[in-house]
């Protein structure tokens, strides 16, 4: 079954618009997946969930076909056909309708002048941990980008059929970003962080893995809640560490797999990429791209820092082999902004940052998104329904983890970007409806570290050392 769903995904045309990465959808039979991996009924209607460490996925509907729209057609109908709906097997649900709207303002806006030299703060001082605990995540959590009741994105369709390409009209994209989106980073509030205890772990592990230069791991997919669906996240992610990372991927892959980290590190690290809006993309994937509403030239960072920090009240313990761990929210534009958690910066301002603005940075200042990843685990799970529930933020104000949960080192991914200090100059890869809105940064972390590679990093943690 695993070969023949992955050779169904692959015939799926280029320009699939709707296999949006949701996080809940309807239940499903029992299926595998390509590696072992296995698709499960869920009555809760939710992408993954695991049980006793073992990772298991419902993509499915409830009365047969796999990915289609509400009524027949190659890519679904409701009890039958191919490609999801409500009761086909789909890994969505339908996407709302998006709103249109063009780009305002000047896009030739000056860059801001240099400001006086406000100082550096330690990297590992700076950003707040914020509560983040349950709602939706990830690559596209709910309301997926498919038709009225299910993704049939191709082929196959009418009104009812879910043919989103192809025989049922493509989906709007939403214009953006605008130009009020970009503002002066010494306009952004200060980023604030809990006061350590006597008790605080404060030392950081370091993973070094690489830019991605060259484009030379990317694509549009989301293995962690879209397992099995080309261009599951309908934009394009940058990938480090892990060199088997895609939509197929299972933990016996990715064990396997070689990586780009100089520490041995097999982690998979990825996040969306940055483009210049005015630039041209000569990749292979540039149609699709296009129609998900993602053009430019994308941009590789120039500086990619992996680093695993303590906590402030407490000691911390090791996460265990392929965790998986989500950051942000890929639909909080619509979602709104309660699991946005990414902040845009600047090199030597990092004292402040955005959640929903891109910052403008003086001449000499790079870009930074700085991602902070939850670290409060329940002890017991690799991964949850909804991408969140198993591990989740320290209190903003304290620091602390709730009751019933254990400090494990936090990731932090702070990425630095070369890019003109301009409106509308550069934007964020996003889903179509999500207008390259700044608010939508996330990232994505499966931890592939060895037992002994893992202990080394909880006692540097621990032991006070960088």
């Known amino acids: 079954m695993g070969r023949k769903r992955k050779a169904f995904v692959l015939m799926v045309p280029a320009v699939l618009m709707a296999a949006s990465a949701c996080n809940d959808v309807p239940g499903g039979a029992a299926a595998p997946l390509p590696g072992g991996t296995t698709i499960a009924a869920d009555p809760a209607g939710h992408v993954e969930h695991y049980q006793g460490g073992g990772r298991t996925s419902a993509p499915g509907g409830q009365n047969g076909g796999q990915n289609g729209g509400q009524n027949g057609g190659q890519d679904g109908g409701q009890n039958g056909g191919q490609d999801g709906g409500q009761n086909g097997g789909g890994q ?45 995540n990830g690559d596209g959590q709910q309301n997926g980008d498919g038709g009225q009741n299910g993704d049939g994105q191709n082929q196959g369709g009418g009104q009812n059929g879910g043919g989103q390409n192809q025989g049922g009209g493509q989906s709007q994209v939403k214009q953006g970003p605008r130009a009020d989106q970009f503002v002066d980073i010494r306009k952004a509030p200060p980023v604030r962080q809990p006061r350590r205890s006597r008790t605080a ?38 990938y480090v560490g892990n060199e088997d990372t895609s939509a197929f ?35 292979d994937r540039a149609g699709q791209s296009q129609a998900d509403g993602n053009t430019g030239s994308i941009v590789t960072p120039a500086k990619v820092r992996l680093q695993f920090l303590g906590n402030p009240r407490s000691k911390v313990t090791a996460i265990p082999r392929f965790t998986r761990i989500v950051t942000g929210d890929a639909k909080a534009a619509t979602n709104g ?16 940052a955005f959640t929903d603005k891109y910052p403008l940075c003086p ?26 529930d198993h591990m989740v933020f320290p209190d903003q104000r304290t620091g602390q983890c709730p009751q019933g949960r254990k400090a494990v080192p936090q990731l932090r ?54």
């Open 201 to 238: 772990s404060t030392g950081v592990f370091t993973s070094s893995c690489g830019t991605n230069a060259g484009q030379k791991h990317s694509n549009p997919d989301n293995v962690i809640v879209a397992p099995g669906v080309q261009n599951g996240a309908h934009h394009i992610h940058d």
């Open 249 to 283: 991927s299972t933990d016996q892959t990715l064990a396997a797999a070689g990586t780009t980290c100089t520490n041995g590190d097999q982690s998979t690290y990825y996040w969306p990429v940055v483009r210049l809006r005015s630039g041209q993309d000569g990749s």
């Open 337 to 352: 902004p309660a699991n946005a958690h990414s902040q845009w910066t600047c090199s030597g301002f990092e004292n402040r």
């Open 413 to 466: 991914m702070t990425l630095s970007y070369n890019v003109p200090a301009k409106a509308l100059a550069f934007a964020l890869d996003t889903f179509p409806e999500q207008g390259h809105d700044p608010v939508t940064d996330h990232g994505d972390f499966i931890n592939v570290m060895n037992d002994q590679l893992m202990r080394k990093a909880v006692a540097a943690i621990n032991g006070s050392r960088r």
């Open 363 to 388: 001449s000499g200042s790079k870009v930074e998104r700085v991602l902070n990843f939850p670290s409060c685990w329940d002890g017991q799970n690799t991964d949850s329904a909804n991408h969140r």
């Open 92 to 136: 969505m649900p339908g996407m709302p309708g998006m709103e249109g709207g063009g780009q305002t303002g000047d896009p030739s806006q000056t860059a801001v002048p240099d400001p006086p030299d406000s100082g550096s703060p330690d990297p590992g001082q700076t950003d707040p941990n914020q509560p983040g605990d349950g709602g939706q």
